[in-house]
């Protein structure tokens, strides 16, 4: 179907913006509405009454005391996961491994921690590099093997989650890597040594909500990526590898070097993500366990999905994701279960996927049955 | 110490146990892999089996709740299984979402669902019995494995020459395989390709909801959360390590089934061999072996990528 | 007379705004070939389409026998008797023949039968081929066969073939119109062949219909049909068959404009003329699946020349142009542009080496389709950007010049009189022809050594066809050196000063403009003459 004609003139494509608008905007509202509804039956079957719960999410996510912080705290790691899986996904590649490198990246930053034997800003910014590291080492064993050994990086970035927690978990069984090796603890305890003091994150109080600092760093990030892909040379190549690989090599983009580049860098930002969470202080107080990233890449990867790949977007949204989280806490005193809040998740992204693939094949089929259907 | 472990090694490999675990980790596996192996040569790989399988073990263990049946419950998982295979099947095949990200988000609601339907709901199951094939089952090391297990376990002996002869010998496995391959070609020769697609899709959700209705009746007993855990990933891995024909995806199972076994027999008989290796094993040699053989096995030419008619 | 085999009243379809079929009747009769001519985007094929019931019409009836019908997809047009000669796409390689064969039928799988059944269509027919053959292994010409024997594996009534000689030597396209003849002549069936090529059509068939822009503009028997006339009604306007016959498919009248061609000469190379800009030797290339694309290709083109490259396809032509896209690494041989050597295959290599490529498939390495008109203007850095370092530009920038890139869009787009809503509208908004203006205006507005451009014409209507032809002569006068690779002879007959052809992956013969000779031409295109020509 390579034929298009030429006899199509533009103005044959409609390209009416404000009615375009609307369409999105309903078909979206559908989406959610649909997705709400489902989540609302699944409460109603159990017995459960979707006030109390809407009121105790509401609760533990913004309007009890203190939450604000504590949502802050989940919500930096996911909002740095999902900027990674960003920039991944401009050069048109498709991270799953989200999980394993944040572990990975969590697990070097607590090897480095509990072996300096110092304190300080300039260990605790080690630790954040041992994070970065970790993550884009993991990621990037993802980017040789697709680029030396054409492997899909789908598959190896999901395969390597499996092989990452296994890694780690071989690590917090060994004195000598990541178990605390003080003599009371049991062997099996399989928890890391807490890291010093003054190797944490600073944490700022505000108004009787307390969080890590680290949130102005995510949130500085988030107009960086933005920038970057919007304004610079590196985000418009990453752009034309996305959209155009073969143009984009014939143009001199080197798939090897950006998708790489790409792929590394969404690792590093799991990587980092990993190092806030240990030394952030909202997760494992402090501590590296086993099952560290309580999905919290998962989610991140999610985040980005739902944000459609926009960094700004992904604020708010990963705000949200994070209050789900921190409001599931409160659910015990209505009775529901909180994994309900994982249902909700879901099904909203589930809904939220629909609207794209709708568009996307709308869109490009009138372009193309105005043109490509003549022939 | 080498020795020692050399003694352990030799204890569990003359033990009928080893073999007997093996096997039932392996079938489990085998439940998923024969229909993920259909999947992916319609063209998907659909990495919600993993949910699929879970849902098939948390309805199994509902069905068995209400009827105090094995059939029953092993029905009822088979079910929830095509469930979740059907919507993986529409959100990737009618809608062309991503196949990847809609089965992932579908592996998070599914264990948000059961988890959350299970702390409320709470069935009570069993184990189904344990059939030992006359005859069969006298014979030494391997008898017991292969013929005296509990009575689930044994419907995958059917389904494996079953799945072979739906794709190489009938007219449907025939259009799976082009739309697995060509997807424009098989669509200009008047097949529906997306519906083959998901069709595939929905076969690989009936197995995966078996294979867990068989994990929770046939080998764990009770519903935990964590009862699935990864393997439903491991399966796709197999159908992977083997390069995409039935035979490979059944030794991939085995393989990475003794493995599993291995790791879980090794302390019993006291020996702290690394575990951790073990269980990253099937993912580590997967990633080992795409990696040598990439240029070699032919994986179906159009995988993992959405058709839709008039767009490439 | 009794009724026709099939009969098409009043079919009407439209496409948004476009309007690809109006009010159209056709019918084809039994014992003949019924020539569909047209140029392209005339509707004929969206015609065909609602025959064998791939597009459902706005408007009309169909009547298959006499009797009205209604057909909704390709199983139920199958039912009626209709059978369909796909161009493309209509194999799944790595199957075999007879399984190619019967994809698609409803009844159970019968392996034997079905290569019983194969075995009789290629006697009948004389269509050899082994049914188990895999179609990975097949040539172009012998997967056609296949094609032709799928279709009329189950006796059709109505054969319809699309463009059937695209792939074909102009050797096999004879054999192919025998087997059609025979087809009419001894089993009654109607045949639709459609096309848009002058001579192929008025050797061929027994009746002609003549569409334009979604209408029926003509009818004839072939025996009262003349070039001239056919090409007058085809486009609307007398044409001069010399300088539209590429697009209309004519040779004669591109041989008989040799001779007024030659005074004009004088852009054209001398045997001693200036050294040559593009310069392949010995290039040797496999592909992933470790077939050989290029066998030792050794190529020279001098600056102001058009060389055309002309073969059937499948023989490296893509090859070739993905080689001088960067996107093919060597496994020997080399590649001289000017004084330099660009690593083949190295991202960017050629063009930063001043190669312009206007690709055959404009989608998959020639644009992006979802970014804009502007981004796709500016896609690839001017020659001379040599820079290594991935954050900067040619010009040593990181950030985007993004006012900067809007002007130059804008010039373009004036100067190339693309047609877009804007700069800022997405690529996949515009036409074809426009797409293809916006490739072209971006190679050559790179000032570029030389120019690669091919089938540059597929699928563009005699307006677009004439505006890139034109394009691509005022480029070999500002002195670019200018390869055409070209599957329709017509095109590079119309367009070069010197001809080579392309068989296997190598070069297999030379001929210049002035020395023309079209039957050793075609003897060369199907390697005939490997030998007489090396």
């Not at chain 2, 949910?51 to 009822?76: E, K, W």
């Not at chain 3, 032809?469 to 599957?487: C, Y």
């Not at chain 3, 392309?502 to 070069?507: A, D, V």
Request: charge should be neutral.
């Amino acid at each position: 179907m390579t034929g298009v004609d030429a006899g199509a003139g533009a103005g044959d494509v409609r390209y009416d913006r404000a009615r375009e608008g609307a369409t999105v905007l309903g078909i979206y509202l559908t989406s959610i509405a649909v997705a709400l509804v489902v989540a609302a039956l699944v409460l109603l079957a159990t017995g459960g009454s979707w006030t109390s719960v809407l009121s105790a999410l509401l609760d533990g996510s913004v309007r009890g005391p203190g939450r604000w912080g504590t949502t802050i705290g989940v919500a930096i790691p996911l909002l740095l996961v999902a900027l990674g899986t960003i920039v991944n996904a401009r050069a048109g590649l498709v991270n799953l491994g989200q999980e394993g490198q944040l572990f990975v990246g969590a697990a070097f930053g607590t090897y480095v921690a509990t072996h300096i034997g110092a304190g300080g800003p300039g260990v605790l910014f080690l630790i954040m590099l041992a994070g970065v590291a970790g993550g884009a080492i993991w990621a990037g064993i993802a980017a040789v093997l697709r680029y030396q050994r054409r492997m899909p990086e789908v598959l190896t970035t999901l395969l390597l989650v499996f092989v990452a927690s296994q890694a780690v978990g071989y690590g917090l069984k060994n004195k000598n890597l990541l178990l605390d090796p003080t003599p009371d603890q049991a062997n099996r305890n399989l928890i890391s040594e807490r890291l010093r003091p003054d190797t944490r994150l600073p944490r700022l109080d505000w108004f009787g909500n307390e969080f890590p600092m680290t949130a102005f760093v995510a949130l500085l990030m988030a107009v960086l990526v933005a920038l970057v892909l919007r304004w610079t040379i590196v985000g418009f190549r990453l752009q034309m590898l996305g959209r155009g690989p073969r143009t984009a090599h014939r143009a001199g983009v080197s798939e090897a070097r950006y998708g790489g580049l790409a792929l590394v860098a969404s690792g590093a930002f799991c990587g980092l993500a990993g190092a806030f969470m240990l030394a952030g202080g909202d997760f494992g107080n402090y501590r590296l366990t086993p099952n560290y990233p309580v999905n919290i890449g998962w989610e991140g990867l999610l985040v980005a999905l739902v944000a459609r790949n926009h960094p700004l977007v992904s604020i708010p949204v990963a705000f949200v994701f994070a209050g789900l989280r921190t409001g599931s806490g409160f659910l015990a005193a209505t009775g529901v279960d909180r994994d309900i809040t994982k249902v909700v998740q879901a099904l909203l992204v589930l809904a939220l996927l629909v609207p794209p693939a709708v568009l996307f094949v709308r869109n490009r089929r009138r372009a193309l049955a105005a043109a490509a259907e003549r022939v | 110490m080498a020795g020692d472990f050399f003694f352990a090694v030799g204890d569990v490999l003359s033990s009928e146990t080893t073999y007997s675990s093996g096997w039932r980790l392996a079938v489990a596996l085998g439940f998923v892999a024969v229909g993920e192996w259909i999947a992916e040569r319609a063209g998907t790989i659909n990495i919600s089996v993993e949910g699929a399988m879970l849902a098939g073990a948390f309805a199994a263990a509902m069905g068995y709740d209400a009827s105090g049946s094995v059939a029953v419950g092993l029905l009822i998982g088979a079910a929830a299984g095509l469930l979740v295979g059907a919507v993986q099947a529409h959100f990737s095949h009618n809608l062309t979402a991503n196949q990847f990200v809609v089965g992932l988000t579908l592996n998070i609601l599914v264990l948000g669902l059961a988890s959350f339907l299970n702390s409320s709901l709470k069935p009570e199951t069993a184990t189904a019995h344990v059939f030992e094939v006359p005859g069969l089952v006298e014979i030494p090391l391997l008898g017991p494995a292969l013929f005296g297990q509990p009575w689930p376990l044994y419907l995958l002996y059917p389904l494996v020459p079953l799945a072979w002869w739906l794709v190489y010998r009938t007219r449907w496995g025939l259009e799976v395989r082009a739309v697995g391959e060509n997807p424009q070609a098989a669509d200009v020769s008047s097949i529906d390709v997306n519906a083959r697609r998901r069709q595939a899709v929905y076969i690989a959700g009936i197995t995966s909801g078996l294979g867990g209705g068989y994990l929770l009746l046939g080998q764990v007993g009770w519903f935990e959360d964590a009862i699935v855990g990864g393997q439903g990933f491991i399966a796709i891995a197999a159908v992977i390590f083997g390069g995409w024909t039935l035979r490979g995806a059944m030794l991939g199972c085995l393989l990475f089934g003794s493995a599993n076994s291995f790791r879980l027999s090794l302390p019993a008989v006291g020996h702290p061999l690394n575990s951790e290796l073990l269980s990253s094993l099937p993912f580590v040699l997967t990633i080992c072996v795409m990696a040598l053989f990439a240029h070699r096995t032919r994986e179906p030419q159009s995988l993992a990528r959405p058709f839709i008619r008039g767009l490439r | 007379m009794t009724s026709p085999a099939a009969e098409l009243r009043g079919i009407t379809k439209r496409f948004g705004a476009v309007v690809a079929c109006d009010n159209v009747d056709l019918a084809l009769q039994r014992g003949e070939i019924h020539g569909i001519l047209g140029e392209n985007g005339a509707g004929k094929s969206t015609l065909m389409k609602v025959l064998i019931g791939l597009v459902l019409p706005d408007a009309g009836a169909i009547r298959i026998d006499g009797e009205q019908r209604r057909i909704r997809d390709p199983a139920e047009a199958a039912e009626l008797g209709i059978g369909m000669v796909h161009q493309h796409f209509s194999l799944v390689e790595p199957l075999t023949v007879w399984e190619n064969v019967i994809l698609g039928e409803r009844t159970r799988l019968d392996a034997a039968a079905a290569r019983r059944r194969v075995g009789e269509i290629s006697e009948r027919y004389g269509l050899a081929i082994d049914p188990d053959e895999r179609i990975s292994d097949l040539s172009a010409g012998l997967r056609q066969r296949v094609e032709i024997i799928k279709c009329l594996r189950r006796d059709p009534a109505i054969v319809i073939l699309d463009e059937p000689t695209s792939v074909l030597t102009p050797g096999e396209s004879e054999q192919l119109f025998e087997v059609l003849r025979l087809v009419v002549e001894r089993e009654n069936k109607a045949v639709a062949l459609v096309s848009h090529k002058l001579d192929e059509v008025l050797a061929a068939t027994d009746r002609i219909t003549i569409m334009r822009a979604g209408a029926v503009v003509d009818r004839r028997e072939t025996g009262d049909a003349d070039a001239p006339g056919l090409a007058r009604a085809m486009v609307g306007r007398p044409v001069s068959l010399r300088s539209a016959g590429a697009a209309l498919g004519h040779i004669e009248g591109l041989e008989d404009g040799v001779a007024a061609s030659e005074p004009e000469a004088g852009n054209g190379p001398e045997a001693t003329g200036p050294p040559p800009v593009l310069s392949i030797r010995d290039a040797r290339a496999r592909g992933r699946d470790r077939r050989t694309l290029l066998d030792g290709l050794s190529l020279d083109v001098r600056p102001g020349e058009i060389v055309g490259v002309a073969g059937v396809e499948g023989n490296g032509q893509a090859a070739l142009s993905d080689l001088l896209s960067s996107l093919l690494p060597l496994e020997g041989g080399t590649v001289r542009v000017r004084d330099e050597r660009p690593l083949p295959g190295r991202p960017g290599a050629m063009a930063a080496a001043g190669v312009a490529v206007v690709p055959a498939d404009r989608h998959e390495s020639g644009c992006v389709l979802d970014m804009t008109v502007a981004e796709n203007l500016t896609l690839v850095s001017p020659p001379r950007a040599r820079t290594g370092r991935a954050l900067l530009d040619s010009a040593g920038r990181a950030i985007l010049d993004r006012t900067g890139r809007r002007a130059h869009a804008e010039r373009l787009i004036e100067q190339f009189g693309i047609q877009t809503p804007g700069a800022d509208a997405p690529m996949w908004s515009l036409s074809g022809g426009n797409q293809q203006r916006v490739v072209l205006a971006r190679e050559l507005s790179g000032d570029p050594a030389v120019l690669v451009a091919a089938q540059p014409t597929r699928g563009l209507d005699v307006g677009a066809i004439e505006y890139v032809s034109e394009r691509l002569r005022e480029a070999a006068a500002d002195g670019v050196a200018v390869l055409l690779i070209s599957t329709e002879l017509e095109e590079v007959l119309d367009l070069a000063d010197r001809i080579v052809v392309i068989f296997r992956g190598r070069i297999v013969g030379e001929m210049d403009r002035a020395d023309l000779d079209v039957e050793r031409l075609g003897l060369l295109m199907s390697g005939a003459q490997e030998a007489a020509a090396s």
